[in-house]
């Protein structure tokens, strides 16, 4: 009977849950059981699929497990040496370099996995003499300035606290697919009688559930935010006290407000007047309630300010500070690391926006990008205008992809290097949910040839003769010496639970403190305009490319690309455990839209734009609002990458973010 | 005496299917056909019915089709109501495989034998619940144990909209009904109309 | 349900089998109503039994383990179908031996027809499930019309003189009758998703049709018209499609199906779209 090691170690994924794990593993480094980790107060005793399906991924037969050099004929891909790899990969970066300055090179790290040691990368790149990075996120940064501006820091109530709730509004946010964790404990509220009311333009798995469900046109959340703050007002409801106590701009506010009547409201959503009113009693009635929201509300260019008009609803209903209340969007309490300590960075780094790398690729001077390394990320698939930005990898001299399997990136590489999993390297993590700092445990040793980043790093630096101190000799010390200084916990407390280093209570502003300008909640932000060129005050503006916009002319339906809970993005996808219990991938489209189009059910339909044009199988789906068509994202299999061909390279009002759903597109018979 | 099976609560369940993951890993089931798996009553969310569901593995009959069919008597019905499969007396005849009206069993090409869902008999004798239920996120997966009283579960059904009994098998699987305020209602007309 | 490459064994097996339990059933039928002979249709029936048994084995998983397959005699269907084969054979056998040796015994005719006969009927007890949509009802009756059909076809046109026999007319009636409830079963059942999962079922009417006319309508006006061996040929090919189509055309009740008949009937429920 072989013996069983059971580890304590945590899901370093870009999601909500973070979750906490315990792998069980024989002594042939066979995982023989994964479970969720009973010492996680948020995630307790459960990971989701995606967890268990690491039984299959660590060994999985697609997995890399050697360095490859793209072959000489071009297609195709010959294993090839560290050694070898190293030094070429170094011979051909600093020729660029030298031929073109060291901003000509790229350097993109995506958010595959997170932990502290990913930092180490910079330890090279500055000795490098710089480069180009990214900055801004793909995903959620207008939000967390919105949620900074207006209460000063984005924290958020403990998890464990929804149950207390009476009333659970989820805005833009499908947490049945993308948090599973918090799903359960919405369930749990609701079994005590809590009521749960979701605004989404699609019918989810989490609507399937709730108790009432708005479909506004998508883009048109602040004016029903602004709206319903109006209903809230007249009829009282807001929370007088709470306001007069904690309200900065109150009264400017209150002006805006007179913009939005119910008729104005609705119809700039296309909702009906009097459910925003039954929302709005239902919302202000009940105490306390707990307001979600999620990124995909903020995808599009009015995000900064659409987040505002909304965060402010629980300040306006006096929902802040307490158990079961408050805005919920991002906690970043577990955020308490010290910074790596690294090389100075040299002038010539530039940074490029993280939604517009194919344009920059394509097309920037001074010196224009001719090589690029690329890891924890799948670009070339995930990324606005995903075709373009394949081309341009395409056309660059070196390519350098490090990932566990060939994606759509990788198949661009000169090189492609095998990336590590969360078994193979101890480190750090933190969370954006709970508030938990959990320790990720070195469970198995890498496979094959498989080196962790840290090392692939170290060793490109020895290559060339640069400093290698900032590399950890002994990992577990390093990573103690980035915890907090007089935090009063070590790295053997972690290793036995997760630790939630701010040390409050659980509820976010009990003391209704707000580290903002004013000290108090921002209704109007001298900071938002100043830094942002934004209305002092949460305002309404029609997207760009959105309901109101002429180009619907052309191109009448709004696209949205959501997630599933079957993947991470393009993670998972590929493993045939996942494939066996994932949802169809397909074109939803309301049945009078395909209907006019001539479009059956389970056909084949093309989708297009000016940037470009895809063909997928059709759902007709009674369940979506009219003029809205889905495709699910992160799909990039069997062929080309899709959805991406069709979104834009836009950027959010504030923090340089994405603007995956603001799209538009015509659908027809293929 | 009734029998262990499981209890699905048809609120709670949102078809994500890591209990066939945990199934998976659990019982070795890396490349051959899982045990379990998941089935969706109205995905693309038709208005006229609530869209749920169906987490599905072997339901442990009262009078299971296969052991009364199965030839060299490879099935057993223990005490506390599981149904397990003895391998070494199946011929892989795949009888079972057509007289199952739930399509439990699977045949495996390589070993040439059947198998099918034990309700993790190992477990269930040790003290734990099955790798399913354990693993289930949302909890809408639980395990009942054999019981000698008898008693029904408050408010479980054996018979849903989308699960049928057509043989009179008596399997072991029971219902708690969706809630949610329009999907209970829709849940309740379904039910009648297909009642007319 | 199964794969189809699983179904070709169990086709070759039941075709052979039944042909070969169906004549010699004929044969004793033959012997005892109508004193004619044939001792060949005992042999040859014995012979396709066995060679149809030979067949079985290659169906099962776990071959050297076909001993155990009369364990379940009594409760199990297939249990008692294998037993029964064995007998079958055996005194098919022992009757087809006598008759070489030169001592043809009425008394082992009639056993080796009777054992035969009640073969046939449990391999119609074998499919006879609640499970399989397609396989409910009068289908249970068709290896022993079929089988039947076929041996008095065989033995009518390669043994008597003189005349077609009532007997022979009776029993392709009786197949027709009892094949046309299966094939009216078959054919009311509605082309729903779960029913065209089996890519065979939209060809259903040609199949069944095609069984109907090769083991029934045709040997029935070829024996009316001038007996002849084309009789046996077309009875045999008829025999071969309804075995095929059997198989073919089996629609297991899943649970999968039963979702997918909710949602047809939710599809055609009057309920006004949500705006």
Same mark, same amino acid.
């Given at each position: 009977?072989?013996?069983?090691?059971?580890?304590?170690?945590?899901?370093?994924?870009?999601?909500?849950?973070?979750?906490?794990?315990?792998?069980?593993?024989?002594?042939?480094?066979?995982?023989?059981?994964?479970?969720?980790?009973?010492?996680?107060?948020?995630?307790?005793?459960?990971?989701?699929?995606?967890?268990?399906?690491?039984?299959?991924?660590?060994?999985?037969?697609?997995?890399?497990?050697?360095?490859?050099?793209?072959?000489?004929?071009?297609?195709?891909?010959?294993?090839?040496?560290?050694?070898?790899?190293?030094?070429?990969?170094?011979?051909?970066?600093?020729?660029?370099?030298?031929?073109?300055?060291?901003?000509?090179?790229?350097?993109?790290?995506?958010?595959?996995?997170?932990?502290?040691?990913?930092?180490?990368?910079?330890?090279?790149?500055?000795?490098?003499?710089?480069? =180009?990075?990214?900055?801004?996120?793909?995903?959620?940064?207008?939000?967390?300035? /919105?949620?900074?501006?207006?209460?000063?820091?984005?924290?958020?109530?403990?998890?464990?606290?929804?149950?207390?709730?009476?009333?659970?509004?989820?805005?833009?946010?499908?947490? *049945?697919?993308?948090?599973?964790?918090?799903?359960?404990?919405?369930?749990?509220?609701?079994?005590?009688?809590?009521?749960?009311?979701?605004?989404?333009?699609?019918?989810?798995?989490?609507?399937?559930?709730?108790?009432?469900?708005?479909?506004?046109?998508?883009?048109?959340?602040?004016?029903?935010?602004?709206?319903?703050?109006?209903?809230?007002?007249?009829?009282?409801?807001?929370?007088?006290?709470?306001?007069?106590?904690?309200?900065?701009?109150?009264?400017?506010?209150?002006?805006?407000?007179?913009?939005?009547?119910?008729?104005?409201?609705?119809?700039?959503?296309?909702?009906?007047?009097?459910?925003?009113?039954?929302?709005?009693?239902?919302?202000?009635?009940?105490?306390?309630?707990?307001?979600?929201?999620?990124?995909?509300?903020?995808?599009?260019?009015?995000?900064?300010?659409?987040?505002?008009?909304?965060?402010?609803?629980?300040?306006?209903?006096?929902?802040?500070?307490?158990?079961?209340?408050?805005?919920?969007?991002?906690?970043?309490?577990?955020?308490?690391?010290?910074?790596?300590?690294?090389?100075?960075?040299?002038?010539?780094?530039?940074?490029?926006?993280?939604?517009?790398?194919?344009?920059?690729?394509?097309?920037?001077?001074?010196?224009?990008?001719?090589?690029?390394?690329?890891?924890?990320?799948?670009?070339? /698939?995930?990324?606005?205008?995903?075709?373009?930005?394949?081309?341009?990898?395409?056309?660059?001299?070196?390519?350098?992809?490090?990932?566990?399997?060939?994606?759509?990136?990788?198949?661009?590489?000169?090189?492609?290097?095998? *990336?590590?999993?969360?078994?193979?390297?101890?480190?750090?993590?933190?969370?954006?949910?709970?508030?938990?700092?959990?320790?990720?445990?070195?469970?198995?040793? @890498?496979?094959?040839?498989?080196?962790?980043?840290?090392?692939?790093?170290?060793?490109?630096?020895?290559?060339?003769?640069?400093?290698?101190?900032?590399? @950890?000799?002994?990992?577990?010390?390093?990573?103690?010496?980035?915890?907090?200084?007089?935090?009063?916990?070590?790295?053997?407390?972690?290793?036995?639970?997760?630790?939630?280093?701010?040390?409050?209570?659980?509820?976010?502003?009990?003391?209704?403190?707000?580290?903002?300008?004013?000290?108090?909640?921002?209704?109007? #932000?001298?900071?938002?305009?100043?830094?942002?060129?934004?209305?002092?005050?949460?305002?309404?503006?029609?997207?760009?490319?959105?309901?109101?916009?002429?180009?619907?002319?052309?191109?009448?339906?709004?696209?949205?690309?959501?997630? =599933?809970?079957?993947?991470?993005?393009?993670?998972?996808?590929?493993?045939?455990?996942?494939?066996?219990?994932?949802?169809?991938?397909?074109?939803?489209?309301?049945?009078?839209?395909?209907?006019?189009?001539?479009?059956?059910?389970? #056909?084949?339909?093309?989708?297009?734009?000016?940037?470009?044009?895809?063909?997928?199988?059709?759902?007709?789906?009674?369940?979506?609002?009219?003029?809205?068509?889905?495709?699910?994202?992160?799909?990039?299999?069997?062929?080309?990458?899709?959805?991406?061909?069709?979104?834009?390279?836009?950027? =959010?009002?504030?923090?340089?973010?994405?603007?995956?759903?603001?799209?538009?597109?015509?659908?027809?018979?293929? | 005496?009734?029998?262990?099976?499981?209890?699905?609560?048809?609120?709670?369940?949102?078809?994500?299917?890591?209990?066939?993951?945990?199934?998976?890993?659990?019982?070795?089931?890396?490349?051959?056909?899982?045990?379990?798996?998941?089935?969706? $009553?109205?995905?693309?969310?038709?208005?006229?019915?609530?869209?749920?569901?169906?987490?599905?593995?072997?339901?442990?009959?009262?009078?299971?089709?296969?052991?009364?069919?199965?030839?060299?008597?490879?099935?057993?019905?223990?005490?506390?109501?599981?149904?397990?499969?003895?391998?070494?007396?199946? $011929?892989?005849?795949?009888?079972?495989?057509?007289?199952?009206?739930?399509?439990?069993?699977?045949?495996?090409?390589?070993?040439?034998?059947?198998?099918?869902?034990?309700?993790?008999?190992?477990?269930?004798?040790?003290?734990?619940?099955?790798?399913?239920?354990?693993?289930?996120?949302?909890?809408? !997966?639980?395990?009942?144990?054999?019981? +000698? +009283?008898?008693?029904?579960?408050?408010?479980?059904?054996? !018979?849903?909209?989308?699960?049928?009994?057509?043989?009179?098998?008596?399997?072991?699987?029971?219902? !708690?009904?969706?809630?949610?305020?329009?999907?209970?209602?829709?849940?309740?007309?379904?039910?009648?109309?297909?009642?007319? | 349900?199964?794969?189809?490459?699983?179904?070709?064994?169990?086709? %070759?097996?039941?075709?052979?089998?039944?042909?070969?339990?169906?004549?010699?059933?004929?044969?004793?039928?033959?012997?005892?109503?109508?004193?004619?002979?044939?001792?060949?249709?005992?042999?040859?029936?014995?012979?396709?039994?066995?060679?149809?048994?030979?067949?079985?084995?290659?169906?099962?998983?776990?071959?050297?383990?076909?001993?155990?397959?009369?364990?379940?005699?009594?409760?199990?269907?297939?249990? &008692?179908?294998?037993?029964?084969?064995?007998?079958?054979?055996?005194?098919?056998?022992?009757?087809?031996?006598?008759?070489?040796?030169?001592?043809?015994?009425?008394?082992?005719?009639?056993? %080796?027809?009777?054992? &035969?006969?009640?073969?046939?009927?449990?391999?119609?007890?074998?499919?006879?499930?609640?499970?399989?949509?397609?396989?409910?009802?009068?289908?249970?009756?068709?290896?022993?019309?079929?089988?039947?059909?076929?041996?008095?076809?065989?033995?009518?046109?390669?043994?008597?003189?003189?005349?077609?026999?009532?007997?022979?007319?009776?029993?392709?009636?009786?197949?027709?009758?009892?094949?046309?409830?299966?094939?009216?079963? %078959?054919?009311?059942?509605?082309?729903?998703?779960?029913?065209?999962?089996?890519?065979?079922?939209?060809?259903?009417?040609?199949?069944?049709?095609?069984?109907?006319?090769?083991?029934?309508?045709?040997?029935?006006?070829?024996?009316?018209?001038?007996?002849?061996?084309? %009789?046996?040929?077309?009875?045999?090919?008829?025999?071969?499609?309804?075995?095929?189509?059997?198989?073919?055309?089996?629609?297991?009740?899943?649970?999968?199906?039963?979702?997918?008949?909710?949602?047809?009937?939710?599809?055609?429920?009057?309920?006004?779209?949500?705006?």
């Amino acid at each position: 009977m072989p013996a069983l090691r059971t580890i304590r170690t945590v899901c370093p994924r870009n999601c909500y849950c973070t979750c906490g794990m315990l792998v069980t593993v024989d002594e042939g480094g066979r995982i023989v059981s994964i479970e969720g980790d009973p010492e996680n107060p948020a995630t307790v005793g459960h990971v989701c699929l995606k967890g268990l399906s690491y039984a299959r991924r660590e060994a999985y037969p697609d997995r890399l497990l050697t360095p490859l050099r793209r072959s000489a004929s071009g297609s195709g891909f010959e294993p090839v040496g560290w050694q070898d790899a190293i030094g070429e990969i170094a011979e051909r970066l600093t020729r660029v370099r030298d031929a073109s300055g060291p901003a000509s090179v790229l350097y993109y790290e995506g958010s595959g996995s997170h932990g502290a040691l990913g930092g180490l990368s910079m330890a090279f790149w500055r000795q490098f003499g710089g480069c =180009t990075t990214t900055f801004g996120d793909l995903c959620w940064p207008a939000g967390l300035e /919105a949620t900074r501006l207006t209460y000063g820091v984005n924290f958020h109530n403990h998890p464990a606290l929804t149950v207390q709730s009476r009333l659970i509004l989820l805005w833009g946010h499908n947490p *049945a697919e993308t948090n599973v964790h918090q799903w359960r404990l919405i369930l749990d509220a609701q079994a005590r009688g809590a009521r749960v009311i979701v605004i989404d333009p699609r019918q989810t798995d989490t609507t399937d559930a709730a108790d009432m469900h708005l479909r506004p046109r998508p883009g048109t959340d602040a004016a029903l935010a602004l709206g319903l703050a109006r209903e809230i007002v007249e009829a009282g409801f807001h929370d007088s006290a709470f306001l007069e106590a904690h309200a900065h701009g109150f009264e400017e506010y209150r002006q805006r407000l007179d913009g939005f009547p119910l008729e104005h409201a609705a119809s700039i959503t296309g909702l009906d007047p009097e459910e925003i009113r039954a929302l709005a009693l239902a919302y202000a009635g009940t105490k306390p309630a707990l307001l979600i929201a999620g990124f995909g509300l903020q995808r599009h260019s009015r995000a900064g300010q659409t987040m505002r008009a909304v965060a402010l609803l629980p300040a306006l209903t006096g929902n802040v500070g307490i158990a079961g209340g408050g805005w919920q969007y991002a906690n970043l309490a577990s955020h308490c690391l010290r910074p790596l300590t690294l090389p100075p960075e040299p002038a010539a780094s530039r940074a490029i926006p993280v939604s517009q790398v194919a344009r920059h690729l394509e097309s920037l001077d001074g010196p224009p990008i001719r090589a690029a390394w690329i890891e924890r990320g799948n670009p070339a /698939a995930q990324n606005p205008a995903a075709h373009r930005l394949r081309d341009a990898l395409a056309r660059l001299d070196t390519v350098v992809v490090v990932d566990q399997f060939m994606t759509p990136t990788a198949r661009l590489a000169h090189f492609v290097l095998p *990336a590590k999993t969360l078994f193979e390297e101890e480190d750090l993590v933190t969370a954006y949910w709970h508030p938990y700092l959990q320790w990720r445990a070195m469970v198995l040793p @890498p496979p094959g040839e498989v080196r962790p980043e840290s090392e692939i790093w170290r060793a490109l630096c020895e290559r060339l003769g640069y400093d290698t101190s900032y590399f @950890p000799a002994d990992r577990e010390s390093f990573l103690q010496a980035l915890l907090p200084v007089g935090c009063g916990f070590t790295l053997d407390d972690l290793k036995s639970h997760p630790i939630d280093p701010s040390a409050n209570s659980g509820v976010a502003f009990a003391d209704r403190r707000f580290p903002t300008p004013s000290g108090k909640v921002e209704f109007a #932000s001298d900071e938002a305009a100043e830094a942002w060129g934004v209305d002092r005050v949460p305002d309404y503006a029609p997207l760009g490319e959105g309901a109101a916009s002429p180009a619907r002319g052309r191109f009448p339906l709004q696209l949205l690309s959501c997630k =599933t809970r079957d993947r991470i993005h393009s993670q998972f996808g590929n493993l045939d455990w996942v494939r066996g219990v994932e949802r169809p991938h397909v074109l939803d489209i309301h049945p009078d839209d395909a209907r006019t189009r001539g479009i059956a059910d389970g #056909s084949r339909a093309a989708v297009w734009n000016d940037r470009g044009r895809i063909e997928l199988t059709v759902r007709l789906t009674p369940g979506i609002r009219p003029g809205v068509v889905h495709v699910l994202e992160g799909w990039c299999h069997d062929g080309d990458p899709d959805v991406n061909v069709l979104t834009a390279e836009g950027i =959010t009002d504030m923090n340089h973010g994405a603007t995956f759903y603001e799209c538009l597109v015509e659908v027809a018979r293929a | 005496m009734t029998g262990a099976g499981f209890l699905l609560d048809l609120h709670r369940c949102v078809g994500c299917g890591a209990c066939v993951l945990a199934c998976r890993i659990e019982n070795g089931r890396v490349e051959t056909a899982a045990w379990r798996r998941v089935l969706a $009553l109205n995905l693309r969310r038709h208005p006229a019915g609530p869209t749920y569901f169906l987490s599905v593995a072997c339901h442990h009959c009262e009078e299971p089709a296969c052991l009364k069919g199965c030839p060299s008597g490879a099935y057993e019905k223990r005490p506390d109501g599981i149904v397990v499969h003895h391998e070494d007396l199946c $011929l892989g005849c795949r009888y079972c495989e057509m007289t199952c009206p739930f399509a439990t069993p699977t045949y495996d090409d390589a070993k040439g034998v059947m198998s099918k869902c034990h309700l993790c008999a190992h477990r269930v004798d040790a003290g734990r619940l099955p790798a399913c239920v354990s693993a289930c996120p949302t909890e809408a !997966l639980r395990f009942v144990a054999a019981s +000698t +009283t008898g008693a029904p579960i408050a408010g479980a059904a054996a !018979l849903v909209p989308g699960f049928a009994d057509p043989a009179d098998c008596g399997p072991a699987l029971r219902f !708690l009904a969706p809630a949610g305020t329009r999907r209970a209602e829709l849940f309740r007309s379904l039910e009648e109309a297909l009642k007319r | 349900m199964t794969d189809g490459a699983a179904h070709r064994p169990l086709v %070759a097996f039941t075709a052979l089998a039944i042909a070969g339990a169906g004549l010699v059933s004929a044969a004793a039928y033959f012997e005892l109503a109508h004193g004619v002979v044939s001792p060949w249709a005992v042999a040859a029936g014995a012979i396709l039994l066995a060679a149809g048994l030979a067949v079985s084995l290659g169906h099962l998983g776990r071959k050297w383990r076909a001993g155990l397959a009369a364990r379940g005699a009594g409760r199990s269907a297939l249990s &008692n179908e294998a037993l029964l084969a064995g007998l079958a054979l055996a005194a098919a056998a022992l009757a087809a031996g006598l008759d070489a040796g030169g001592s043809h015994a009425r008394a082992a005719t009639a056993i %080796a027809g009777a054992l &035969n006969a009640a073969f046939l009927v449990s391999v119609g007890l074998v499919y006879s499930v609640r499970g399989q949509r397609t396989w409910r009802g009068f289908s249970a009756a068709t290896p022993l019309s079929g089988g039947l059909a076929f041996g008095a076809v065989a033995v009518q046109t390669l043994s008597v003189t003189g005349g077609v026999l009532l007997g022979t007319l009776l029993f392709i009636a009786a197949d027709a009758l009892i094949f046309s409830r299966r094939w009216r079963n %078959a054919a009311g059942m509605a082309l729903t998703e779960a029913t065209l999962t089996n890519s065979w079922f939209i060809h259903r009417s040609p199949l069944l049709g095609a069984r109907f006319f090769l083991l029934d309508v045709i040997p029935y006006f070829l024996l009316a018209v001038s007996p002849a061996p084309l %009789a046996v040929v077309s009875a045999a090919a008829g025999l071969i499609v309804d075995r095929f189509s059997f198989y073919a055309l089996a629609v297991q009740h899943t649970t999968e199906h039963e979702i997918a008949e909710v949602e047809a009937q939710m599809a055609s429920i009057d309920r006004p779209a949500r705006s």
